[in-house]
């Protein structure tokens, strides 16, 4: 739900937003509490152990997500994955690994799940070209720039460089900024104009 208010600051009236709920589940993080993920977290370093079952289970819901707006009449093309932190995370492997082309994704202080199961150098599929906006804050405690910065340089190393946009802001913490919306109304309404 607050996704959805945040949008509603930035929204164009000729495209639909839907902001799903994770599921609640136990994260190990969270000392196996359930909470709202879309997957388990173990840490957050860049090299913990990650749930791959979960991350591609989450990934096919989204493809699902994805499909019913297909069936609803919304070409592939014209459909922008975008979340932050988890969410992010999540959007950025699902657009890596469908078959379906999409207009681009926006990742919002986050980082590429499953990084070495993709292969060294430029992806094949429809998406090798797909816009991506990826956006961090300077002082994140929790997913620090520093994931930011590499994830942006794999994903420069896989899809066409001059599509990736990595923007930081200063003092911003693990959460997002008027200037950090802006920059995403910006990217969607160019990724996605009136027809």
């Known amino acids: ?5 945040a949008l509603a ?4 009236p000729h ?22 993920s879309w997957f388990d977290i173990t840490g957050l370093s860049p090299d913990s152990q990650e749930d ?17 707006e297909v069936k609803n009449g919304i070409p592939s093309n014209r459909i922008i994955l975008g979340g932050f932190s988890q969410g ?5 492997y699902t657009a ?19 990084r070495a199961s993709f292969p060294q150098g430029p992806i094949g599929g429809v998406n090798k070209d797909i816009p991506v906006l990826q956006c961090h804050g300077d002082c994140d405690p929790l997913v620090p720039v520093m994931f930011g910065s590499l994830t942006v340089e ?32 910006q990217f969607i309404d160019k990724h996605l104009p009136p027809i």
């Open 1 to 5: 739900h607050g996704w959805s208010e």
């Open 9 to 12: 600051g930035i929204k164009s």
């Open 15 to 36: 495209v639909k937003y839907i902001c799903p709920h994770a599921p609640v589940m136990p994260v190990s993080l969270n000392m196996n509490m359930s909470m709202p």
């Open 52 to 68: 791959e079952a979960g991350i591609k289970q989450a990934a096919e819901n989204v493809k699902a997500l994805i499909d019913q």
């Open 88 to 92: 992010g995370a999540l959007s950025l």
């Open 96 to 114: 890596l690994t469908t078959h379906q082309k999409l207009a681009g994704v926006v990742a919002l202080s986050c980082w590429l799940p499953l």
């Open 154 to 185: 794999k994903l420069k190393s896989m899809i066409n460089p001059a599509n990736v946009t990595f923007k930081t802001y200063s003092g911003m913490m693990h959460s997002s900024s008027l200037e950090e919306m802006m920059d995403v109304k």
